[in-house]
């Protein structure tokens, strides 16, 4: 909550914003674990569920507008985030906004090249990534025997006194690009994309069954800057509506 303006954005708008916190001893999400193939590791919470429950208390204990629920995560929450949208579609939100996760290729594609996902997961997506996001991932996480981690790639990397540039160059192919290609597919985007400049953020947006956002915050780090929340909330939240089961899309405040 403090690393975020959030707070203060909902203050002013008039909207309920969560903050849920993992039911884990270690405080990690179970998609840190296991992401998509189904297994799960024992012990580990079922954080979907959890997830879901949270969401149905909230909108019975307050006045939901049902048709402006919207996800954000960041980092751990980004990967969290993901794995709930991919992995249960039927999820109530209009819109979802993921920063800064390490949400590697051998989560979303197979070794076949096929991605694991498709058009049943489609709902207007916007990703951010700081231009000089240098975080590094801790430790092994996998339990796909047959691919190699993508944080130990990145752990390695540093150990090996690899230069800035590079190492900021491999987290973009390792962990932006295949949410890219993912989300362009899950929304069946097949225009090329419109390039636009606001301020610091640098957008590509990819039209198509849903619209998908990729902006690149020039000299952003790896966590979000206090002017994010408001940038996604103005910018991108305000255009999207549920109802009826279908994202609506109108126009955001901006």
């Known amino acids: 909550e403090l690393s975020t303006a959030w707070a203060a954005v909902a203050e002013r708008e008039g909207f309920i914003v969560l903050y849920p916190q993992s039911l884990t001893s270690e405080h990690t999400w179970s998609a840190w674990e296991d992401f998509s193939d189904g297994r799960r590791t024992k012990g580990i919470k079922d954080d979907i569920l959890y997830l879901n429950l949270l969401l149905e208390l909230i909108q019975k204990k307050y006045r939901i507008d049902k048709e402006r629920i919207y996800l954000y995560g960041q980092s751990f929450g980004d990967v969290m985030g993901t794995y709930y949208l991919l992995n249960s579609p039927e999820h109530p939100f209009a819109a979802a906004a993921t920063l800064s996760g390490p949400v590697g290729a051998e989560r979303l594609i197979r070794n076949d090249g096929n991605f694991c996902f498709g058009k049943e997961c489609a709902i207007p997506v916007v990703r951010t990534h700081g231009s000089q996001d240098l975080a590094m991932p801790m430790g092994t996480f996998q339990h796909i025997e047959d691919m190699i981690p993508t944080f130990d790639l990145m752990k ?27 989300w362009k597919h899950c929304n069946s985007c097949k225009e090329e994309p419109v390039l636009s400049v606001r301020g610091r953020y640098n957008a590509l947006t990819y039209s198509g069954d849903c619209d998908f956002h990729f902006y690149t915050v020039e000299k952003g780090g790896h966590g979000p800057s206090m002017d994010m929340a408001d940038f996604i909330w103005t910018y991108f939240f305000t255009g999207y509506r549920r109802t009826g089961g279908q994202v609506v899309k109108g126009k955001p405040d901006k």
């Open 156 to 182: 390695e990397l540093q150990k090996n006194g690899v230069e800035e540039t590079e190492i900021i160059r491999n987290k973009m192919e390792m962990h932006q690009l295949p949410c890219i290609e993912l």
